[in-house]
């Protein structure tokens, strides 16, 4: 997320940089979505302004309709031509390549409305065509490449063309064509009318109107910017939501992120309600990780989580931490359902079978099995935000949870490899030919001392 210590400022061009490069790299959301964005962008923008320039194309002709008007149609094809090649070289983070190409384009439009066309039949002082109007048109190519570049790139556009344009004028000022005829002959016509004369003044440059256009051009790009600037936080913004959803998924099915992401109600508030609990550990832990290197120990926690989360997610379970080897996952939380029971012992029988296939493909590589053993509960627990204001954590509390807890240690004492509560089978064995299979797989034992607790407890094993 975007760092909130101090805000944000516009105009601190080099510290927004870094910043965006930093979360890119931290956060490949960000890079998928920068990338992406520059993508779309480029492409809209290459077709932009194609359909832009084409319709330039026939515009022309009904505005001049002269042969020498090909020149111009000419030219609008390599501009069209420069659109699609910055396409291909589009790339995420600066480009030197871009950058030149766009200078390119400007320079060239820059170079088009200052020399004449060199098919027209007779002389014109530069300075009259210099003031046809065509500044519009660096319009266009400053709104097309709003769809595609950064903010940065289109105030450095407004900067580029601002320099341009007043290079155009002292160059045409003091380089270009003139025809002092053409002055006298409007001086003697429009005698005693010196505004007119002024404007219409073959050979003046009319440096006040040239200035007004850099200025509003520079305004112009200014806004654009701003407007490319917000739409670029707004994207990093959206890029930290995917991250912090694409978190919340390491702990929750996606189904449930969704109704996390999308809840009105506050999920952190200290309640109680009924939910399944179940405890997965590695059965002899700590000598197998004494007796293998430390890339082997990691190997197959990775291994083992990726089978015990898969289990918890399949079974519209949360897995609420990890405690080395040992996993705690609930089902019910933060939303109960009517099938919290049942997705309890599910999950329990997937991780059994997986495991029996993962040892079965251990044991064939020459590798020793691995026993995991399972306790499960179903009954009231407290859960909500726990903790300081700046460490807040959603807890699962009570004595359901420390039954769980005690019946996955109880598996080492009764021999077996999960156990589950009686109060768990009631929640969810309700249609008779669940119950059967479950009793095919489970035996029933009675009475079952708990450490740390008074109260005896009926459970299934297996």
Same mark, same amino acid.
């Given at each position: 997320?975007?760092d ?5 400022? *516009?105009?601190k061009?080099q510290?927004? %940089?870094?910043?965006?490069q930093?979360q890119?790299k ?5 890079a998928?979505a920068?990338?992406k964005e520059?993508?779309?962008g480029?492409? /809209?923008?290459a077709?932009? %302004?194609?359909?832009a320039?084409?319709?330039?194309a ?5 505005l001049n309709p002269?042969w020498n #008007? ?5 030219t609008?094809?390599? *501009?069209?031509a420069?659109?699609w090649?910055?396409?291909r ?11 030149v $190409?766009i200078?390119?384009?400007?320079m ?10 060199p098919?027209?039949?007779e ?6 065509l ?11 190519i400053?709104? &097309? ?5 950064s903010?940065r ?5 407004g ?13 045409v000022t003091f380089?270009?064509?003139e ?8 001086t ?14 073959? @050979?003046?440059i009319?440096?006040? #109107? ?24 707004l ?16 702990y929750?099915?996606s189904? $449930?992120v969704?109704?996390?992401a999308?809840?009105?109600h506050d999920i952190g ?7 399944g &609990?179940?405890f ?7 000598q ?5 290197s430390?890339?082997?120990? !990691? ?7 990726g089978?015990?989360e ?14 080395g080897?040992g ?9 109960t359902?009517?099938n919290?029971g049942?997705?309890?012992l %599910? ?7 997986? !495991?029996?296939?993962f ?5 064939? @590589?020459?590798?020793?099995?691995i026993?995991?053993?399972?306790g499960?509960?179903?009954?009231? #627990? /407290? ?6 204001s ?26 077996c %490899?999960?156990?589950?509560s ?15 299979? #479950? ?11 708990l ?5 005896k407890?009926?459970?299934w /094993?297996?």
């Amino acid at each position: 997320m975007m760092d909130q210590k101090e805000p944000t400022h *516009f105009f601190k061009f080099q510290e927004m %940089r870094k910043l965006e490069q930093e979360q890119a790299k931290s956060n490949p959301f960000l890079a998928e979505a920068l990338e992406k964005e520059k993508h779309d962008g480029h492409r /809209i923008a290459a077709i932009a %302004r194609t359909v832009a320039l084409g319709t330039i194309a026939i515009l022309i002709p009904f505005l001049n309709p002269n042969w020498n #008007v090909l020149f111009y149609e000419a030219t609008l094809l390599v *501009f069209i031509a420069l659109g699609w090649l910055q396409y291909r070289m589009s790339s995420v983070g600066r480009s030197g390549a871009e950058l030149v $190409l766009i200078l390119v384009d400007l320079m060239f439009l820059t170079l088009i409305f200052i020399f004449p066309n060199p098919f027209l039949d007779e002389q014109i002082p530069t300075a009259m065509l210099y003031r046809f109007d065509n500044f519009i048109y660096f319009f266009v190519i400053l709104a &097309v490449a709003t769809l595609a570049y950064s903010w940065r790139t289109i105030w450095a556009m407004g900067t580029w063309v601002a320099l341009l344009w007043l290079a155009g004028v002292f160059g045409v000022t003091f380089l270009g064509h003139e025809i002092p005829e053409l002055s006298d002959a409007a001086t003697k016509a429009f005698a005693g009318h010196d505004i007119v004369t002024e404007l219409l003044g073959p @050979n003046d440059i009319q440096l006040n #109107v040239r200035i007004q256009e850099i200025v509003v051009f520079i305004i112009v790009a200014g806004i654009l910017a701003i407007k490319g600037w917000r739409s670029n936080n707004l994207l990093m913004q959206q890029a930290s939501i995917a991250a912090e959803r694409a978190n919340l998924s390491r702990y929750f099915p996606s189904s $449930l992120v969704d109704v996390l992401a999308s809840s009105d109600h506050d999920i952190g508030a200290v309640r109680s309600q009924d939910v399944g &609990v179940l405890f997965t550990d590695i059965v002899g832990f700590t000598q197998f990780a004494e007796q293998q290197s430390p890339e082997e120990v !990691m190997e197959l926690l990775r291994e083992y989580h990726g089978i015990v989360e898969k289990a918890i997610f399949d079974n519209s379970g949360t897995l609420d931490k990890y405690m080395g080897d040992g996993v705690m996952a609930t089902f019910g939380t933060p939303q109960t359902g009517p099938n919290d029971g049942i997705n309890t012992l %599910r999950a329990a029988e997937q991780i059994i079978s997986t !495991m029996d296939k993962f040892n079965k493909e251990r044991v064939n @590589n020459g590798k020793s099995k691995i026993d995991v053993s399972i306790g499960a509960h179903y009954g009231p #627990v /407290i859960l909500g935000d726990i903790g300081p204001s700046r460490r807040l954590e959603f807890a699962v509390l009570g004595d359901t949870v420390n039954v769980a807890s005690r019946l996955e240690s109880t598996t080492r004492e009764l021999e077996c %490899r999960c156990i589950v509560s009686d109060h768990l089978m009631k929640s969810c064995l309700q249609p008779q030919e669940v119950r059967e299979a #479950v009793q095919k797989t489970f035996e029933f034992k009675q009475d079952i001392k708990l450490r740390g607790r008074k109260t005896k407890v009926d459970v299934w /094993i297996t």
